[in-house]
């Protein structure tokens, strides 16, 4: 999430437009363009389900819920009649300051037990445990299960979701500012600039994997799973196979999307600040190891800030089943990107505008929603 303000009179202009074309689903009548070779466009409209305050992140939950997060602190369920009452409200706990609030939400794979990701009142991002009995919270057995001081306001990545090997991986960004002025994208003995792996049931507060990359080297926090990233905002894995996808906010000149197979031990270098995408950042040294983005797109266009999504393995649309969605928070644009054994094969966009696409949340269907922090939530559809 970054606002630029150079770009405020471009984003008030799209968020006017998206919440023209998203009032009806009809009006989605753009042609969709999947520019594969060969490859079927898949027809989408864009659905609004309900509309949230500043939503910020979403997640299934138990009973084929979805779970959505508003930045200032609440916690919503969406129901047939768009969103409930809050059930969980930590507004007086949080800030929405800079590139702060609550950030990120996730429940493990049974649904016994919820996370929160938010930046405390002095911006440390802080994530908590609720158990979750019968569908419902349990206030009263929230507990702190990890935190890391941020610098900045900005960079706090926020992102968290349970992998397919059950353990929580948690994104934080490089602490902010501008240019990773401390080196923490490159530095393995700090959190910031990370994607975290923990075992949050495995010890008081946390225990770590023994499989976790750097356990072994004493130089390096034993939480890190992969590294030299700068604002990985959005990740998730691939409902399907398992991989990892990373979205990751550039600087200034390149949004990227990072890649990781699902039989990845970890350790991957992303590059930050050293590379911004497949480019040495301010003279930068391409480290020997760097994981190039499996892709990148620069500033050409109106995009400013990449939104990470899913691949779409739901049933609804069956032309974009396999294919990454992701979107760009100043453009709003719904791209696709075809991912075969690490390597981009085709690229393209649905047709269709979200707004600022802060977020996608995938229900437990495998469908997906596209939530702007505008506050619409809408479903991606067959047209
Ligand atoms: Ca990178």
């Known amino acids: 999430m970054k606002v630029r303000t150079r770009s405020s009179a471009i984003i008030g202009a799209l968020v006017l437009a998206a919440s023209l074309t998203l009032t009806t689903a009809s ?18 409209v864009l659905t609004e389900v309900a509309r949230a305050q500043a939503p910020s992140a979403g997640a299934a939950g138990p009973d084929g819920t979805v779970w959505i997060a508003e930045r200032a602190g609440t916690v919503r369920v969406l129901g047939d009649d768009g969103l409930g009452e809050p059930v969980l ?12 609030g609550l950030l990120g939400v996730a429940f493990d794979p049974e649904f016994a037990h919820f996370y929160i990701s938010y930046t405390d009142l002095e911006g440390t991002s802080t994530i908590d445990e609720f158990a979750v009995r019968d569908g419902q919270l349990r206030p009263e057995t929230r507990r702190t299960v990890l935190t890391q001081e941020q610098p900045y306001a900005n960079h706090n990545g926020g992102d968290i979701r349970f992998g397919p090997d059950g353990y929580l991986y948690i994104a934080f960004g490089d602490g902010g500012s501008g240019g990773d002025p401390h080196g923490n994208g490159q530095n393995l003995g700090t959190l910031l600039g990370k994607l975290l792996r923990i075992d949050p049931r495995g010890g008081e507060p946390y225990a770590v994997p023994a499989d976790n990359p750097f356990v072994a080297d004493a ?7 992969a ?3 700068r604002n990985p905002w959005r990740f998730s894995f691939d409902a399907g196979t398992g991989d990892l996808l990373i979205g990751d906010v550039g600087q200034s000149e390149w949004e990227e999307i990072d890649w990781a197979p699902a039989d990845s031990p970890g350790g991957e270098n992303y590059g930050w600040s ?22 990148e797109y620069d500033r050409s266009g109106l995009g400013c800030s990449v939104t990470g999504g899913y691949v779409y393995r739901g049933g609804a649309v069956a032309d974009l089943v396999g294919q990454y969605v992701f979107s760009d928070y100043c ?12 390597e981009v094969t085709g690229e393209g966009d649905l047709g269709v505008e979200g707004g600022e696409v802060i977020s996608f949340v995938e229900d437990g269907d495998g469908e997906l929603y596209v939530l702007a922090i505008g506050g619409t939530i809408a479903r991606i559809d067959p047209a």
């Open 27 to 44: 009006a989605q009548e753009l042609p969709a363009d999947v520019s594969t070779a060969g490859a079927p466009p898949a027809e989408v």
């Open 89 to 100: 409200d930590i507004s007086a706990e949080t800030t929405i300051d800079g590139e702060r």
């Open 219 to 225: 130089n390096a926090k034993d939480e890190i799973w």
């Open 227 to 229: 590294y030299g990233l």
């Open 274 to 295: 050293s590379m911004e995408g497949n480019h040495p950042f301010r003279g930068g040294t391409e480290p020997a190891d760097h994981v190039p983005p499996v892709h």
């Open 331 to 342: 453009d709003g644009t719904i791209r696709t990107l075809r991912i075969e054994d690490g």
